[in-house]
Protein backbone atom coordinates (compact mmCIF):
# COMPACT_ATOMS: atom_id res chain seq x y z
CA UNK A 1 0.00 0.00 0.00
CA UNK A 2 1.46 3.30 -1.15
CA UNK A 3 0.99 6.36 1.36
CA UNK A 4 -1.36 7.86 -1.51
CA UNK A 5 -3.74 5.56 -3.37
CA UNK A 6 -5.75 6.80 -6.46
CA UNK A 7 -7.99 4.25 -7.48
CA UNK A 8 -10.59 4.78 -10.60
CA UNK A 9 -11.15 8.51 -10.96
CA UNK A 10 -12.81 10.27 -13.49
CA UNK A 11 -13.55 13.99 -13.46
CA UNK A 12 -15.43 15.36 -16.57
CA UNK A 13 -15.70 18.82 -17.24
CA UNK A 14 -19.11 19.23 -19.56
CA UNK A 15 -18.21 16.60 -22.34
CA UNK A 16 -14.62 16.75 -22.11
CA UNK A 17 -13.15 13.31 -20.04
CA UNK A 18 -10.15 15.49 -17.88
CA UNK A 19 -9.68 12.13 -16.03
CA UNK A 20 -10.48 8.42 -17.24
CA UNK A 21 -9.81 5.99 -14.38
CA UNK A 22 -6.56 7.13 -13.13
CA UNK A 23 -4.97 4.72 -10.86
CA UNK A 24 -1.78 5.63 -9.24
CA UNK A 25 0.11 4.33 -6.05
CA UNK A 26 2.88 6.59 -4.44
CA UNK A 27 5.05 5.00 -2.36
CA UNK A 28 6.21 6.34 0.89
CA UNK A 29 9.44 8.11 1.18
CA UNK A 30 10.06 8.41 -2.92
CA UNK A 31 9.42 11.01 -5.42
CA UNK A 32 6.88 10.31 -7.47
CA UNK A 33 6.71 12.13 -10.79
CA UNK A 34 3.45 12.30 -12.95
CA UNK A 35 4.72 13.48 -16.21
CA UNK A 36 2.60 14.17 -19.60
CA UNK A 37 1.67 16.65 -23.03
CA UNK A 38 -0.61 19.87 -22.42
CA UNK A 39 -3.85 18.98 -21.29
CA UNK A 40 -3.22 15.72 -20.04
CA UNK A 41 -4.72 16.04 -17.01
CA UNK A 42 -2.48 16.45 -14.82
CA UNK A 43 -3.42 19.78 -12.77
CA UNK A 44 -6.82 18.26 -12.68
CA UNK A 45 -5.30 15.19 -10.47
CA UNK A 46 -3.36 17.32 -7.84
CA UNK A 47 -6.65 19.74 -7.55
CA UNK A 48 -8.97 16.20 -6.98
CA UNK A 49 -5.49 15.24 -4.35
CA UNK A 50 -6.18 18.35 -2.67
CA UNK A 51 -9.58 19.03 -2.65
CA UNK A 52 -10.35 21.74 -4.94
CA UNK A 53 -11.69 19.32 -7.19
CA UNK A 54 -13.82 16.14 -6.51
CA UNK A 55 -13.70 13.22 -8.86
CA UNK A 56 -17.25 12.01 -10.59
CA UNK A 57 -16.03 8.73 -9.11
CA UNK A 58 -13.45 6.69 -7.79
CA UNK A 59 -11.44 7.00 -4.40
CA UNK A 60 -8.52 8.93 -3.24
CA UNK A 61 -7.05 7.68 0.24
CA UNK A 62 -4.02 9.28 1.90
CA UNK A 63 -2.62 7.79 4.75
CA UNK A 64 -5.36 4.95 4.82
CA UNK A 65 -7.95 7.68 4.94
CA UNK A 66 -10.35 8.79 2.19
CA UNK A 67 -9.83 12.50 1.27
CA UNK A 68 -12.73 12.86 -0.42
CA UNK A 69 -14.97 15.38 0.57
CA UNK A 70 -13.14 17.06 2.91
CA UNK A 71 -12.24 21.00 2.67
CA UNK A 72 -8.56 21.95 1.20
CA UNK A 73 -7.45 23.11 4.76
CA UNK A 74 -8.13 19.64 6.63
CA UNK A 75 -6.85 17.38 3.71
CA UNK A 76 -4.09 19.96 4.33
CA UNK A 77 -4.43 19.40 7.94
CA UNK A 78 -4.07 15.30 7.68
CA UNK A 79 -0.30 15.95 5.91
CA UNK A 80 -0.73 17.18 2.40
CA UNK A 81 0.76 20.07 1.16
CA UNK A 82 0.49 21.85 -2.07
CA UNK A 83 3.54 24.46 -3.74
CA UNK A 84 2.07 26.94 -6.54
CA UNK A 85 3.81 27.27 -9.18
CA UNK A 86 4.86 30.68 -8.31
CA UNK A 87 5.52 31.22 -4.89
CA UNK A 88 2.52 32.46 -2.58
CA UNK A 89 4.47 34.49 -0.05
CA UNK A 90 3.49 37.58 1.75
CA UNK A 91 5.17 40.12 0.52
CA UNK A 92 4.62 42.75 2.84
CA UNK A 93 5.28 40.93 6.11
CA UNK A 94 9.40 39.19 6.83
CA UNK A 95 10.62 36.09 6.49
CA UNK A 96 10.25 34.72 9.86
CA UNK A 97 6.83 35.88 9.74
CA UNK A 98 6.05 34.18 6.95
CA UNK A 99 7.13 30.65 7.99
CA UNK A 100 5.01 31.48 11.19
CA UNK A 101 2.29 31.87 9.49
CA UNK A 102 1.45 28.37 8.64
CA UNK A 103 1.95 27.47 12.25
CA UNK A 104 -1.07 29.38 13.25
CA UNK A 105 -2.84 27.95 10.69
CA UNK A 106 -1.88 24.79 11.52
CA UNK A 107 -3.70 24.68 14.85
CA UNK A 108 -6.63 26.62 13.91
CA UNK A 109 -7.75 25.11 10.64
CA UNK A 110 -7.30 29.06 9.28
CA UNK A 111 -5.45 31.81 8.98
CA UNK A 112 -6.50 33.24 12.26
CA UNK A 113 -4.29 35.19 13.88
CA UNK A 114 -6.41 36.48 16.62
CA UNK A 115 -5.93 37.89 20.42
CA UNK A 116 -6.43 34.48 21.86
CA UNK A 117 -2.61 33.14 20.83
CA UNK A 118 -1.34 33.71 23.87
CA UNK A 119 2.58 35.60 24.06
CA UNK A 120 4.31 32.21 24.91
CA UNK A 121 2.64 30.18 22.10
CA UNK A 122 4.00 33.16 19.75
CA UNK A 123 7.19 32.67 20.94
CA UNK A 124 6.89 29.00 20.31
CA UNK A 125 6.12 29.73 17.23
CA UNK A 126 9.14 32.23 16.37
CA UNK A 127 11.59 29.74 17.66
CA UNK A 128 9.72 26.44 15.51
CA UNK A 129 9.98 28.67 12.60
CA UNK A 130 13.53 29.63 13.28
CA UNK A 131 14.89 26.50 13.31
CA UNK A 132 12.40 25.73 10.00
CA UNK A 133 14.78 28.88 8.30
CA UNK A 134 17.89 27.51 9.67
CA UNK A 135 17.38 24.06 8.55
CA UNK A 136 16.86 25.49 4.59
CA UNK A 137 19.89 28.13 5.46
CA UNK A 138 17.96 31.06 5.37
CA UNK A 139 18.22 32.05 8.77
CA UNK A 140 20.42 34.96 7.92
CA UNK A 141 17.82 36.30 5.74
CA UNK A 142 15.05 36.23 8.69
CA UNK A 143 14.37 39.98 9.29
CA UNK A 144 14.57 40.32 5.31
CA UNK A 145 11.09 41.97 3.78
CA UNK A 146 10.03 38.82 1.43
CA UNK A 147 9.43 40.96 -1.45
CA UNK A 148 12.84 41.78 -1.86
CA UNK A 149 14.07 38.06 -1.56
CA UNK A 150 15.89 36.63 -5.09
CA UNK A 151 13.71 34.54 -7.20
CA UNK A 152 15.46 31.18 -5.85
CA UNK A 153 14.97 32.45 -2.06
CA UNK A 154 11.42 33.16 -2.53
CA UNK A 155 11.19 29.38 -3.40
CA UNK A 156 13.52 28.44 -0.77
CA UNK A 157 10.85 30.58 1.59
CA UNK A 158 7.99 28.65 0.35
CA UNK A 159 9.14 25.71 0.89
CA UNK A 160 10.05 26.53 4.69
CA UNK A 161 6.43 27.45 4.78
CA UNK A 162 5.10 24.07 3.40
CA UNK A 163 7.89 22.06 5.31
CA UNK A 164 7.07 24.01 8.88
CA UNK A 165 3.63 21.91 8.49
CA UNK A 166 5.46 18.83 8.48
CA UNK A 167 3.89 17.32 5.76
CA UNK A 168 3.84 13.86 4.84
CA UNK A 169 3.44 14.74 1.29
CA UNK A 170 4.36 17.25 -0.91
CA UNK A 171 2.43 18.03 -4.22
CA UNK A 172 4.14 20.30 -6.43
CA UNK A 173 2.74 21.67 -9.90
CA UNK A 174 5.41 22.34 -12.11
CA UNK A 175 7.86 24.40 -9.65
CA UNK A 176 10.28 25.05 -12.43
CA UNK A 177 8.01 26.57 -15.02
CA UNK A 178 9.52 29.82 -16.32
CA UNK A 179 12.59 29.53 -14.37
CA UNK A 180 15.80 30.15 -16.11
CA UNK A 181 17.71 27.26 -16.55
CA UNK A 182 19.80 28.33 -13.40
CA UNK A 183 16.79 28.96 -11.00
CA UNK A 184 15.76 25.32 -12.49
CA UNK A 185 18.81 23.86 -10.91
CA UNK A 186 18.85 25.81 -7.89
CA UNK A 187 15.30 24.08 -7.00
CA UNK A 188 16.41 20.60 -8.18
CA UNK A 189 19.10 21.07 -5.77
CA UNK A 190 16.82 21.99 -3.09
CA UNK A 191 14.79 19.40 -3.50
CA UNK A 192 17.10 17.20 -3.82
CA UNK A 193 18.37 18.32 -0.12
CA UNK A 194 14.79 17.83 1.37
CA UNK A 195 14.22 14.67 0.25
CA UNK A 196 17.71 13.91 1.42
CA UNK A 197 16.99 14.84 4.66
CA UNK A 198 13.72 14.08 5.98
CA UNK A 199 10.86 11.77 5.67
CA UNK A 200 8.55 12.95 3.07
CA UNK A 201 7.03 11.70 0.08
CA UNK A 202 6.96 14.12 -3.01
CA UNK A 203 4.24 14.27 -5.82
CA UNK A 204 5.75 16.09 -8.64
CA UNK A 205 3.52 17.36 -12.09
CA UNK A 206 6.53 18.56 -14.47
CA UNK A 207 7.03 19.25 -18.51
CA UNK A 208 11.07 19.64 -17.95
CA UNK A 209 12.33 16.26 -18.64
CA UNK A 210 16.02 17.70 -16.68
CA UNK A 211 13.83 17.65 -13.69
CA UNK A 212 12.13 14.70 -13.89
CA UNK A 213 15.41 12.61 -14.56
CA UNK A 214 17.25 14.64 -11.83
CA UNK A 215 14.46 14.06 -9.04
CA UNK A 216 12.15 11.14 -9.94
CA UNK A 217 12.31 7.49 -7.97
CA UNK A 218 8.78 6.61 -10.13
CA UNK A 219 6.99 8.06 -13.40
CA UNK A 220 4.15 7.91 -14.25
CA UNK A 221 2.80 9.28 -18.05
CA UNK A 222 -0.52 10.46 -18.28
CA UNK A 223 -2.03 11.16 -21.71
CA UNK A 224 -5.20 12.15 -22.42
CA UNK A 225 -6.72 11.70 -18.53
CA UNK A 226 -5.26 8.23 -18.28
CA UNK A 227 -2.25 6.65 -16.88
CA UNK A 228 0.19 5.74 -19.93
CA UNK A 229 2.77 3.66 -18.23
CA UNK A 230 4.22 3.76 -15.00
CA UNK A 231 8.08 2.58 -14.60
CA UNK A 232 11.70 3.67 -13.05
CA UNK A 233 13.02 6.39 -15.01
CA UNK A 234 15.65 4.73 -17.14
CA UNK A 235 12.71 2.17 -18.15
CA UNK A 236 10.77 5.66 -19.05
CA UNK A 237 13.48 7.37 -21.57
CA UNK A 238 13.27 4.81 -24.56
CA UNK A 239 9.57 3.82 -24.17
CA UNK A 240 7.97 3.55 -27.40
CA UNK A 241 4.22 4.85 -25.91
CA UNK A 242 6.07 7.42 -23.86
CA UNK A 243 7.38 9.09 -27.71
CA UNK A 244 4.41 8.43 -29.12
CA UNK A 245 2.21 10.39 -26.21
CA UNK A 246 4.85 13.39 -27.04
CA UNK A 247 4.41 13.34 -30.41
CA UNK A 248 2.67 16.74 -31.64
CA UNK A 249 3.65 18.68 -28.75
P1 LIG B 1 -2.43 19.57 -17.70
O1 LIG B 1 -2.21 20.10 -16.34
O2 LIG B 1 -1.92 18.18 -17.89
O3 LIG B 1 -1.90 20.47 -18.77
P2 LIG B 1 -5.22 20.02 -17.09
O4 LIG B 1 -5.52 19.11 -15.97
O5 LIG B 1 -5.02 21.45 -16.77
O6 LIG B 1 -4.00 19.45 -17.97
O7 LIG B 1 -6.41 19.94 -18.15
C1 LIG B 1 -6.91 18.71 -18.67
C2 LIG B 1 -8.05 19.04 -19.61
O8 LIG B 1 -9.18 19.52 -18.88
C3 LIG B 1 -7.73 20.12 -20.64
O9 LIG B 1 -8.35 19.80 -21.84
C4 LIG B 1 -8.32 21.37 -20.02
O10 LIG B 1 -8.67 22.30 -21.01
C5 LIG B 1 -9.52 20.83 -19.29
N1 LIG B 1 -9.89 21.59 -18.09
C6 LIG B 1 -9.10 21.76 -17.00
N2 LIG B 1 -9.75 22.46 -16.04
C7 LIG B 1 -10.97 22.74 -16.55
C8 LIG B 1 -12.14 23.44 -16.05
N3 LIG B 1 -12.13 23.97 -14.83
N4 LIG B 1 -13.22 23.53 -16.85
C9 LIG B 1 -13.21 22.97 -18.08
N5 LIG B 1 -12.18 22.30 -18.62
C10 LIG B 1 -11.07 22.18 -17.86
MG1 LIG C 1 -1.17 21.83 -15.60
Redesign the pocket.
Known sequence: MGILEVKGVNKR??G?Q?LGDVNLSVAENTVHAII?P????????LNCLVGKLIPDTGSVMFNGQSVLGRKPFEINQMGISRVFQTPEIFGDLSVLENVMIPCFAKRDGAFRMHAIEGVQNEKQIMEKALLMLEDLNMADKRNMHSASLSRGDKRRLEMAMCLVQEPKLLLLDEPTAGMARADTNNTIDLLKEIKEKRDITMCIIEHDMHVVFSLADRITV?AQ?TPLVEDAPENIKGNPKVREAYLGE
Open positions: FGLAGNGAGKSTLLG
